[in-house]
Nanobody, 122 residues
């Protein structure tokens, strides 16, 4: 399994970024996928998830209405469109697959990518 995140950067409050996660080594189209983030001094937390077949989504309350998760199964790529960014969104963002949709959001894959840094600051 290989997960490669990209698209992070420095953005002002209220700005937007689009993150990508290129997946390989597993059957991407058959897995639900999720975005996670780890802010300085905090535990890694779930941001959003998307199911494999019907594209159903889930969002953490802190990002609902501002972030949109999507996927392109033909390209084995996961996306996270982040709008109206806030300083509290500053974190390293990672992708992975959830163990069980809706009940166990911990990562299914033991290996993580390097993540992509998002910094929201004026």
């Amino acid at each position: 399994v290989q997960l490669v995140e990209s698209g992070g950067g420095l953005v002002q409050p209220g700005g937007s970024l689009r993150l990508s996660c290129a997946a390989s080594g597993f059957s991407f189209s058959t897995y639900a996928m999720s975005w996670y983030r780890r802010a300085p001094g905090k535990e890694r937390e779930l941001v959003a998830g998307i199911r494999s077949m019907d594209g159903g989504t889930y969002y953490a309350a802190s990002v609902k209405g501002r972030f949109t998760i999507s996927r392109d199964n033909a390209k084995d790529t996961l996306y996270l469109q982040m709008n109206s960014l806030k300083p509290e969104d500053t974190a390293v963002y990672y992708c992975n697959a959830p163990r069980t949709w809706g009940t166990d959001w911990s990562a299914a894959f033991g290996s993580w990518g390097q993540g992509t840094q998002v910094t929201v600051s004026s």
